[in-house]
């Protein structure tokens, strides 16, 4: 499938398109730790656009820019643009399309990164849409898979902890349903759950899954766990979050009925979800998920400028 210019949701991507941005990230892996930075993005100019907190995301993608030669114009929170004095968000991206050629920005609405790109002729990433998705980081958890469990297919996946409002799980779940070969044992509290729509995709793509709200059940049977933050910023009743908030806890403890070569997996930032006991397990590789991200989002980068096909000559 033609990837195109905008990324912006998982559903825009078919099992080929997944393995060619896995094999992507693998080769840039490859060149920037033998052969250090590239220049095939010189004279490019990425807009990072942060109105919602980001630590790996968003210097992840900048990071990734400048490896490969380019530059960034960046801004987090919307008070630090003139969205600050009532100017529109369409208003404020039509300004900086005029300074760059990519943008990537997270927003706090549903669609505001789909509506935003309809507005500029240059190449836009979501990097979080509230509640809505996180399609770069859902290659990224991918990519940790592969390289940590050497495939995807055949693994028991457990994906743990807000199933209703994290954008990253549900992003991975959706690529994971996509490339298919996965089984995934769906973690959850009752009023977290994964919409129902996602059982449908599951059943139409025969994607064997086990839902549950007992972790013990997922700790026992899978290859992977991958955590996630109960959505605080997510919730109207603050009541219910704070009865929620730590459903879930992986410690030493809860870990001696796992797979010796299981592989425990968090976007970050945790709250409580994992005990940092756990941080000197080799099992835990949610760090190296963050590097990862790097990688990822180089290939995406190179992708959207059409440069992937260059790299031989190049880079
Ligand atoms: C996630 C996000 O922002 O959605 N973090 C990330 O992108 N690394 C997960 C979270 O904030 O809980």
Redesign the pocket.
Known sequence: MVIGKNILTVEQFDKSDIERIISLSETLENNLKSKGESNLLVGKIMASLFF??????RFSFEAAMQRLGGKIITATGLTSVSIGKGESLADTIRTVERFCDVIVM?HPEIDSSKNASALVKIPFFN??DGAGE?PT?AFVDFYTIKKAQQNVEGKKIALIG?LKY???VRSLIELLIIYGGAELYLVSPPELELPDNYYEMMNHNNVKFVKTNNLNEAIAECDVLYM??I?KERFDDKDQYERLKGSYILNRQVMLNAKPDVSIMH???RIDEIDTELDSDPRAIYFDQ?EN?LYVRMAFLLVVFGKDGALDENY
């Open positions: 919602e907190p980001s630590t790996r995301t997270r990097a979080g996180h980081q807000d994290g954008r990253t996630t933050r959505q976007p970050l930032p963050v991200a």
